[in-house]
């Protein structure tokens, strides 16, 4: 007869002293398992109501049902009220009723159960993402987010902005000082009993001229949370469009759903110009004048009840309560037409005399919004209310052909950098002449649209050389001259180790093959 014991099974007896270390052992890895199990069930984020999504720091105490469903007390009390007020024949009071479902539940043909515990994603947390969930806050006084020691000086934030951005100082400066007296502001909550006010910006610049770079580039020196909205899609609350706190909800998800490190980020509102009050109408100004009411209690600093993982509030969306006392705002437009009322104003101060001005003095000034005013500001359609909660006027100058050349090839990540490290990836040497950098800046003078339109026009005539220089692998250098760009000649290659060779394939940038 065939043994078909298991080889593992061991048949020898057992001492009093292994079964109690096995015993002990048993109870280890249960509490282990136990352990582990409730570090799994500890989450960072906030248990947030099924039914009215409100988190457990609003609703408070949350029974825990299957299938990790919460429900707060307010809600379950609601749900009993309602079952018992319906409980018309006392059905639930039924001691035969229930035992005979309890009897049958098990008898019904056909018919199976599942788990909702077993199903992936956000069904098994409660049907609520945790991009909609709120983290918790540390119960101990943990260290502060910014540390006063660790704060940079202005001038070596200044210093840190000129490797990425080419001129600009005046703005460079400005921006360097609030922002380092405004984190100094939030390391120290308050100085002795001097409480010291918020100091928001507005920037002011030709379209091109680097207003969003520049915050860019100071939010990611700073590491902090920073998040860019567009002030053409708010409206007043109620109609179609953004809501006003969807500018903070956008800080909320870039700090991932963390309302301390939320209260201590950057919002950067672009095209703030554009709800500037609406002239010459009669119907109701619900995406200018009224936006810029509702903004008033964002920059001045009160809570506010945003959306969490959502652009607007509804039923389905939990919310939560972000301080605006110490988050950084940073409005900027490039204001069209608003040159035409400084220049109106120069005008009228002297037009008599030996000392008066000739009316086209400021005509042709790229740089006429450096004059500007309150009452410019005012004049052009921002209410006094709104501008009073932005005391720094900062203004950037407008980009010439000297400051485009350098933005060609000086900064970390300049475009032409850009290029010769995707041809060096090919082992070849991308080079330009300072005659055709003067050509790419001459051309983006002409387009009006600042430091973008260098990109444009080089993405132009590099299409032709990114095409054509993988199939050639004896091509070793590349040189971009002037000619080139304006499209009379083919650019300079050179083959490996033997220099410029008139026989050799060049470039046609008309044709966009090889000759």
């Known amino acids: 007869m065939e043994d078909k014991r298991d080889d593992n099974f061991d048949f020898r007896e057992v001492t009093d002293e292994e079964l109690n270390n096995k015993d002990t052992k048993d109870t280890e890895d249960t509490t282990s398992n136990n352990d582990s199990n409730d570090n799994n069930d500890k ?45 018309y024949q006392n ?49 101990a006084k943990s260290k502060p987010v910014i540390d006063i020691r660790n704060i940079p000086a202005p001038h070596k934030i200044k210093a840190k902005l000129d490797e990425f951005i080419i001129g600009q100082d005046k703005a460079k400066k400005v921006m360097s000082v609030a922002v380092y007296n405004h984190y100094k502001r939030v390391a120290t909550d308050t100085m002795d009993e001097i409480e010291i006010e918020k100091s928001n910006i507005l920037l002011l610049g030709p379209t091109g001229s680097g207003k969003t770079y520049l915050v860019k ?76 009411q509702g903004m008033l209690k964002l920059l001045e600093g009160s809570n506010v009840e945003v959306p969490v993982g ?30 035409d009322i400084i220049t109106q104003r120069l005008n009228k101060q002297t037009s008599i005399g030996f000392d008066a001005d000739l009316k086209d003095k400021y005509a042709d000034d790229p740089n006429v919004l450096s004059n500007v005013t309150v009452e410019d500001l005012k004049k052009f359609g921002m209410i006094p209310e709104f501008l009073g909660r932005l005391p720094i006027i900062c203004t950037l100058q407008a980009l010439t052909k000297e400051m485009l050349i350098k933005i060609l090839k000086e ?24 005659s055709a950098l003067e050509a ?28 054509e220089i993988p199939k050639d692998d004896n091509i070793g250098r590349v040189t971009i001259t002037r000619d080139y760009i304006e499209g009379k000649a083919s650019p300079l290659i050179e083959i490996r180790g033997e220099g410029i060779h008139p026989q050799i394939p060049v470039f046609n940038k008309e044709q966009a093959t090889l000759v």
Not at 58 to 73: D, Q, R, S, T, V
Not at 237 to 254: M, N, Q, T
Not at 316 to 331: E, Q
């Open 217 to 292: 580039t100071l939010a990611k020196l700073l590491d902090v949370p920073l998040a860019i909205a567009d002030a053409t899609s708010l409206t007043e609350a109620g109609y179609i469009g953004d809501d006003i706190e969807s500018v903070v909800s956008k800080l909320l998800a870039a700090s991932g759903n963390d309302v301390e490190k939320t209260e201590h980020g950057i919002i950067f509102i672009d095209e703030i110009d554009k709800i500037a009050k609406k002239k010459n109408t009669t119907a109701r100004d619900v995406s200018g004048e009224s936006v810029q």
């Open 310 to 339: 959502a652009g607007s509030k509804n039923a389905m969306v939990p919310l939560a309560t972000v301080n605006t006392r110490n988050i950084l705002f940073i409005c900027g437009g490039a204001f069209p037409d608003l040159e």
């Open 440 to 467: 790419i800046a001459e051309k983006a003078l002409e387009k009006e649209t600042g430091a973008r339109a260098l990109r444009a026009i080089i993405e132009d005539f590099m299409l032709d050389i990114m095409y």
């Open 411 to 434: 900064p970390k990540n300049a475009i032409l950098k850009q290029y010769q490290k995707l041809l060096a990836l090919d082992e070849v040497d991308l080079r330009f002449d300072d």
């Open 91 to 139: 059905l639930l009071n039924n001691p035969n009723l229930m035992n005979e479902l309890n009897k049958n539940m098990g008898t019904f043909p056909n018919v199976s159960f599942f788990n909702l515990g077993d199903m992936p994603g956000d069904f098994n947390m409660g049907g609520i993402p945790n991009s909609q969930k709120i983290k918790k806050k540390s119960e």
């Open 43 to 87: 989450s960072e984020f906030e248990d947030v109501c099924f039914v009215c999504r409100r988190p457990e720091s609003k609703a408070g105490k949350m029974f825990h049902l299957p299938n990790n469903i919460c429900i707060c007390e307010d809600c379950m009390h609601k749900t009993m009220d309602t079952v018992t007020q319906f409980d």
